[in-house]
């Protein structure tokens, strides 16, 4: 998966007004793609919206892992609208993106649409973005994949930047991701660690 990572609007105000999924899971859903972003040197673009007037700056989950990547604020609804977003996008040369946002109806929505219409193949991950509600975020992601854009999951994402839990190289930081935002599936990866430790 030769992609690109796009984390939309992940701010207080937004997740406040998300309706559609649990905060706790929303926000340990976008922090595990964010260190998968990490973990697999995929170039990663973060941005909010009116930051300093509306919705507050984006999660600190999300800037403590990219401590080095400046958030671009803007005041476009559609991030792709913005120049200094689409710039940062068309600089690496990817053509696959991996796009997260809230509200789903709008924040991820709209850039997807517009950057589908670019030529961009784009992926959006619908469980680490929610919508104002769950009629709101079922209908966007009904309305994207008429226009060909891909629904993905963070499990999914996942498993398919590993691909084979063999790649020693990334196996234990993936394993890290798993533990820490991953559920039941992270428990289930101490629970096997216990029992090879007790052996």
């Known amino acids: 998966m ?3 990572d796009l984390l939309i609007d ?44 509306f919705a507050g700056p984006l999660i600190r989950e999300i800037t403590r892992t990219f401590p080095d990547i400046e958030v671009i604020d803007r005041s476009h609804i559609n991030a792709w609208h ?15 993106l991996l796009i997260v946002g809230l509200w789903t109806e709008v924040c991820l929505t709209f850039p997807a649409l517009s950057a589908t219409e670019a030529g961009y193949e784009v992926f959006a991950v619908i469980d680490a973005s929610a ?19 891909v629904p993905v999951s963070t499990a999914s994402v996942l498993s398919e930047l590993q691909r084979d839990w063999a790649r020693v190289e990334t196996y234990d930081a993936v394993n890290e991701i798993v533990v820490d ?12 660690r216990a029992g090879f430790a007790r052996k």
């Open 131 to 149: 919508g104002s509600s769950t009629a709101a975020h079922d209908a966007a992601i009904i309305r994207m994949t008429q226009k060909g854009i």
């Open 181 to 192: 935002h991953m559920g039941a599936w992270g428990q289930g990866v101490n629970y096997v």
């Open 82 to 96: 913005d120049g200094a977003f689409r710039t940062a996008v068309e600089a690496t040369g990817r053509r696959r």
């Open 10 to 53: 992940h701010q207080p105000q937004m997740i406040f007004g998300a309706r559609s999924a649990d905060p706790q899971t929303l926000v340990n859903n976008v922090t595990a793609l964010a260190k998968l972003a990490k973990v697999f040197n995929l170039p990663t673009v973060l941005t909010s919206i009116a930051a300093g007037t």
């Open 2 to 4: 030769l992609s690109q």
